[in-house]
């Protein structure tokens, strides 16, 4: 079975990035894949600390990103790039953890700009040679159109009012699995 982990980069407990990944997830689920959500606000995980060889649940992390065949990463636009906390797991995790792994990118914004932030995403994925889908989504004004629900599982899902938006995140949640399928032939 294919599997596709997703990574959320908030720390917030209202996080509407986790809820977005959350949607692409589920849509990823409904298309016949083993999901596995890392909720980076839920781990334990120092700044990553190039003298250390593992750090609180790093080597736990670094498998389940090896185990995938695709990844959905999503993070908050912070200055205009991704948060700090997406950043220090990106340092965790290589091209061993992502040598011929699909890659869906999404990014949240409070304002109505996320091109930079998906552009380092994908720049920085292609450093550790995975390989980026075309179809990306960027949520502008995320809090007014991204419904949390509960941030405990089970609990009321997410859910994203718009349309349009909902139906780009689940689509990313969809090509994820095409494309992480054909890099498993
Ligand atoms: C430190 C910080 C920097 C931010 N920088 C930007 C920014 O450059 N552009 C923007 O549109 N929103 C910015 N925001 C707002 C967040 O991108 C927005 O609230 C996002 O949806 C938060 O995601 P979350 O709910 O998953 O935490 C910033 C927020 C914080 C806390």
């Not at 589920?26 to 700044?47: F, K």
Request: with cysteine; net charge negative; proline share 4%.
């Amino acid at each position: 079975m294919t599997r596709i982990a997703a990574i959320s980069g908030s720390r917030r407990a209202e996080s509407t990035t986790r809820a977005a990944i959350r949607v692409a997830l589920d849509a990823a689920a409904d298309a016949n894949a083993e999901t596995d959500l890392i909720d980076l606000a839920a781990v334990d995980l120092p700044l990553y600390h190039p003298d250390e060889d593992a750090q609180g649940d790093s080597e736990a992390l670094r498998r389940r990103v090896r185990e995938a065949d695709g990844v959905i990463a999503g993070t908050p636009v912070y200055r205009g790039s991704y948060s700090s906390t997406f950043k220090s797991f990106h340092d965790f995790c290589g091209s061993e953890e992502y040598e011929r792994t699909a890659v869906g990118l999404l990014a949240t914004a409070g304002g109505g700009s996320y091109g930079g932030t998906l552009g380092h995403l994908r720049s920085t994925f292609r450093n550790v040679h995975a390989w980026t889908v075309p179809h990306e989504v960027g949520i502008r004004n995320a809090s007014s159109v991204v419904e949390t629900g509960d941030a405990g599982d089970p609990g009321p899902e997410p859910q994203i009012t718009d349309d349009d938006v909902r139906r780009r995140t689940e689509t990313l949640g969809r090509v994820v699995v095409e494309h992480a399928e054909r890099l498993r032939e």
